[in-house]
């Protein structure tokens, strides 16, 4: 418990499903939650109503499957242990195949209402422009306030607060065809155990890369949204807009193939796709440079016409947005609270998740860490091998270019029997998963709320 508040006190800034979900939970572990949302005295562009948790489409949940679709296991676990948000899918929830849809307006009345007569929630309408004293969580989204994202700038530094965000896809590993990429260095530096070395090297011969650079320049686009004022950074320009320029310039860019001889032909091939691990047991692996405003079909189509990687499965689309979000690595503790601020905690897509649902994990896992030191347990967070624990995992991801993700199953350590098929092994996953969540919650302090 901080000693300053012999009474657990939160502020929580911030009502969409971060900020709902953190104060749910804080409320009913005996907290007392102060929740703050600028609704009704102000609006960021993407929000309509003044109800808490806007969503922007009915199936913004996604898929349900909990033993084939990494989301799906992390409804499941929320749903099990107790999420507002998880509950209030459910009661509001309209057919829609395989995916959590939900009727969006009595979702948000819901959880609006639930908050809002919940004894230990007080409710309180005001624009925050600069970081509160602690004990606060912060989530406040990826479209932030100015004045708010730059009090935090200064706090953690403004090199760590990203406001523009430029995501490169990540595939499976296992679905690439080896016997078309080769595994190697640029000018051979580093050693098969280092970060260097494990780049994989898709390779193109001229007619490939010509014909590659028109499919990317031809693809649909997402059009911006109409909030969004794009405007590139020379550093990490869409793909399609690095093609527009001339038909070389992926060649003398991300697609260089300088430093790197194919060991299959003995010659340097005419441009390379590389792909960087990205998780410590190599199970996913990121498109180095690629991010990319292709819309999801188009993405798809594209990048199976890169040698080795026809039948690729894709873990997470590019995307190239407004997002502001932290160097979550660098920036926060294993309780997600600030380095530079004692008593601060971030939830939600400020810390770098991606999606409704992973923001409502944030936000879970925020507020039972937060509840447990409060009140005076000690702090036990979900264990690694499930997908809540799995966030903890993605913020504190260390690497050269820490960026937001949705959760995927390279957020969980694989499974040991790397000889079980792709179904079978997310399907031990996700019961290795369920039976490790459920063991701690049954023993861990304030781990389920009551």
């Given at each position: 418990?901080?000693?300053?508040?012999?009474m657990?006190?939160?502020?929580?800034?911030?009502?969409?499903?971060?900020?709902?979900?953190?104060?749910?939970?804080l409320?009913?572990?005996g907290?007392d939650?102060?929740?703050?949302?600028q609704?009704?005295?102000?609006?960021?562009?993407?929000?309509t109503?003044?109800a808490?948790c806007e969503l922007v489409c009915s199936?913004?949940?996604r898929?349900?499957?909990?033993y084939f679709?990494?989301?799906?296991?992390?409804?499941?676990?929320?749903r099990?242990a107790?999420?507002?948000?998880?509950?209030?899918?459910?009661a509001t929830?309209?057919?829609a195949?395989?995916?959590?849809?939900v009727d969006?307006?009595?979702f948000?009345?819901?959880?609006?209402?639930?908050?809002r007569a919940?004894?230990r929630v007080?409710?309180e309408?005001?624009?925050?422009e600069?970081?509160?004293e602690?004990p606060v969580?912060?989530a406040?989204?990826?479209l932030?306030?100015?004045?708010?994202?730059?009090?935090?700038?200064?706090?953690v530094?403004?090199?760590?607060?990203?406001?523009?965000?430029?995501i490169?896809p990540?595939?499976?590993?296992?679905?690439?065809?080896?016997?078309?990429?080769f595994?190697?260095?640029?000018?051979?530096?580093?050693?098969?155990d280092g970060?260097d070395?494990?780049?994989?090297n898709?390779p193109f011969?001229?007619a490939q890369?010509?014909?590659?650079?028109?499919?990317?320049v031809?693809?649909d686009?997402?059009e911006?949204?109409?909030?969004e004022?794009?405007?590139?950074?020379?550093?990490?320009?869409p793909?399609e807009?690095?093609?527009s320029?001339?038909?070389?310039?992926?060649?003398?860019?991300?697609m260089?193939?300088?430093?790197?001889i194919?060991?299959r032909?003995g010659?340097r091939?005419f441009?390379?796709?590389?792909l960087?691990?990205?998780?410590?047991?190599?199970?996913a692996?990121?498109?180095?440079?690629?991010q990319?405003?292709m819309t999801?079909?188009?993405?798809?189509?594209?990048?199976?016409t890169i040698p080795?990687?026809?039948q690729?499965?894709?873990?997470?689309?590019?995307?190239?947005?407004?997002n502001?979000f932290v160097?979550?690595p660098r920036?926060?503790d294993g309780?997600?609270q600030?380095r530079a601020r004692?008593?601060?905690?971030?939830a939600g897509?400020?810390?770098?998740?991606?999606?409704?649902?992973?923001?409502c994990a944030?936000g879970?896992v925020?507020?039972?860490?937060?509840?447990?030191?409060?009140?005076?347990h000690?702090?036990?967070?979900?264990?690694p091998?499930?997908?809540?624990?799995?966030?903890l995992?993605?913020?504190?991801?260390?690497g050269?270019d820490y960026?937001?993700?949705?959760?995927t199953?390279a957020?969980l350590?694989?499974?040991e029997?790397?000889?079980?098929?792709?179904?079978?092994r997310?399907?031990?996953?996700?019961?290795?998963?369920?039976?490790e969540?459920?063991?701690w919650?049954a023993?861990?302090?304030?781990a389920?709320?009551?």
């Amino acid at each position: 418990m901080l000693e300053h508040d012999p009474m657990p006190s939160v502020t929580v800034v911030g009502a969409g499903l971060a900020g709902c979900e953190a104060a749910w939970q804080l409320a009913e572990r005996g907290v007392d939650v102060r929740l703050v949302e600028q609704k009704p005295l102000a609006r960021t562009p993407a929000q309509t109503s003044d109800a808490f948790c806007e969503l922007v489409c009915s199936n913004s949940l996604r898929g349900a499957d909990v033993y084939f679709n990494a989301v799906g296991l992390l409804k499941e676990e929320l749903r099990r242990a107790g999420s507002l948000v998880l509950q209030s899918a459910d009661a509001t929830r309209v057919p829609a195949g395989g995916a959590l849809a939900v009727d969006r307006e009595a979702f948000s009345a819901r959880i609006t209402e639930r908050l809002r007569a919940h004894p230990r929630v007080t409710i309180e309408a005001r624009v925050v422009e600069a970081v509160p004293e602690g004990p606060v969580v912060l989530a406040t989204g990826p479209l932030t306030g100015d004045a708010l994202a730059a009090d935090l700038a200064r706090i953690v530094g403004r090199e760590a607060l990203a406001y523009y965000d430029a995501i490169a896809p990540i595939v499976a590993a296992e679905s690439i065809d080896r016997g078309r990429v080769f595994k190697q260095s640029r000018y051979g530096k580093g050693t098969e155990d280092g970060d260097d070395a494990a780049y994989v090297n898709c390779p193109f011969d001229e007619a490939q890369y010509r014909a590659f650079v028109a499919a990317v320049v031809g693809a649909d686009k997402v059009e911006p949204r109409a909030f969004e004022d794009v405007r590139y950074f020379e550093g990490c320009l869409p793909i399609e807009v690095m093609a527009s320029r001339g038909e070389m310039t992926l060649a003398f860019g991300p697609m260089k193939p300088v430093g790197l001889i194919d060991p299959r032909t003995g010659e340097r091939p005419f441009a390379v796709v590389q792909l960087r691990p990205e998780d410590g047991a190599a199970s996913a692996y990121n498109l180095v440079g690629f991010q990319t405003r292709m819309t999801w079909p188009e993405q798809a189509r594209v990048f199976r016409t890169i040698p080795g990687l026809e039948q690729v499965e894709i873990y997470r689309y590019g995307s190239v947005h407004r997002n502001t979000f932290v160097d979550a690595p660098r920036v926060l503790d294993g309780r997600m609270q600030l380095r530079a601020r004692e008593g601060v905690f971030l939830a939600g897509q400020l810390t770098g998740v991606e999606g409704y649902v992973e923001s409502c994990a944030a936000g879970f896992v925020c507020a039972v860490m937060l509840a447990q030191s409060l009140l005076g347990h000690d702090v036990s967070p979900p264990p690694p091998s499930t997908a809540l624990g799995g966030v903890l995992t993605h913020l504190s991801h260390e690497g050269r270019d820490y960026q937001p993700s949705n959760v995927t199953w390279a957020w969980l350590p694989p499974h040991e029997n790397r000889r079980l098929r792709k179904r079978e092994r997310y399907e031990a996953m996700a019961k290795r998963a369920l039976a490790e969540l459920d063991a701690w919650l049954a023993a861990a302090p304030l781990a389920r709320a009551g």
